[in-house]
């Protein structure tokens, strides 16, 4: 019996033996060999659960450094430059009447007098004006007293600009520059709203600032209308942005004011008096041509596109 149990014992620790040499070759070929790799590699892209949520994250402006690329504008996002005196109002009170029937929000910026912005007032407001872009739903358009807002300058995707003009030699011009001459402030004027928040912008016939208004409104305006031409402006309006300005010719006709703007000088002026005038809006009406002209070539693709 003792040299049976020897015996088994013997077998036993044999059989152990042969088990585990045999196991670790086993598992030394089987981790040599590429296609375990590559079942491993596939077992590591498991399904996605679809229950499963995940954080996405962008980089930084700063993380993308100087090849950081802002998006152009927001076609589903309006800013109304109000230039003071041009009838701002009116397209105010046509965006105001057609934000229910076009399912869309206009905001009211609170009132200003246009004055310059410090850079980081400018900031601050574009800032506020993209807070409240993220927490309502859009299309929004915005207007408010305030010069033209560079948001690309603050990493911020700008919203698309539009405003209207008149005529600098307008009546209420007139009348202005008789009771105050050239102290004529911002509120005769409209290249200060196009140029922007530097100092030179307010300047009188300063050709810096005329240029500046014209590069942004290249850049940022895809309509300026005209007041005196607000048929043409508002068909413009409606093929540019089809969204917000849908239906806006027929509530036009059911709101226009029953008198013409008047364009030009109303009434006869000495030849002093009309050389001096056409001398402080020498820039002003450069720019008010150039848009006209703008417009109208606008209008006339229009045509021919249809």
């Known amino acids: 019996m003792r040299v049976n149990r020897r015996f088994l014992t013997s077998v036993a620790v044999c059989s152990t033996v042969i088990f585990v040499v045999f196991r670790s070759r086993l598992t030394i070929q089987f981790a040599n060999d590429p296609k375990t790799h590559a079942e491993k590699r596939s077992a590591g892209r498991r399904p996605i659960d679809k229950d499963q949520t995940y954080r996405y994250v962008t980089p930084s402006l700063a993380e993308l450094g100087p090849r950081r690329r802002v998006p152009r504008t927001n076609t589903d996002i309006l800013m109304l ?10 397209l105010v009170l046509i965006l105001q009447r057609l934000q229910g029937y076009n399912a869309f929000k206009h905001i009211r910026l ?6 310059l912005l410090s850079s980081l007032q400018e900031e601050l407001l574009v800032e506020e004006i993209t807070n409240i872009v993220r927490q309502e739903a859009i299309p929004l358009s915005f207007d408010g007293d305030v010069r033209f807002l560079n948001f690309s300058k603050f990493g911020r995707q700008p919203p698309s600009f539009i405003a209207l003009v008149r005529n ?5 011009n007139l009348q202005r520059y008789h009771e105050k001459g050239e102290k004529l402030g911002l509120e005769s004027r409209a290249i200060p709203m196009f140029c922007g928040q530097d100092a030179r912008c307010a300047v009188t016939n300063n050709k ?3 240029q500046r208004a014209k590069a942004n409104i290249i850049e940022w305006y895809p309509v300026v209308g005209i007041l005196d ?10 093929q540019k942005f089809p969204y917000f300005f849908r239906g806006a010719k027929h509530l036009y006709e059911t709101i226009r004011p ?9 009434y006869a002026l000495d030849p002093r008096e009309r050389d001096n ?3 402080f809006f020498e820039d002003e009406l450069e720019l008010y041509r150039w848009l006209k002209s703008r417009l109208f070539n606008e209008t006339l693709k ?4 249809t």
């Open 81 to 90: 430059t109000r230039v003071p005196n041009a009838g701002a109002e009116l």
């Open 110 to 115: 609170p009132p200003g007098d246009h004055r």
């Open 168 to 172: 600098p030699l307008h009546a209420r």
């Open 258 to 266: 029953k008198r013409k703007y008047a364009s030009g000088i109303p």
């Open 229 to 238: 031409c607000m048929e043409q402006s508002i068909n413009v309006l409606e």
């Open 277 to 279: 005038l056409m001398k």
């Open 302 to 305: 229009s045509v021919v596109g």
């Open 208 to 210: 810096w600032a005329l």
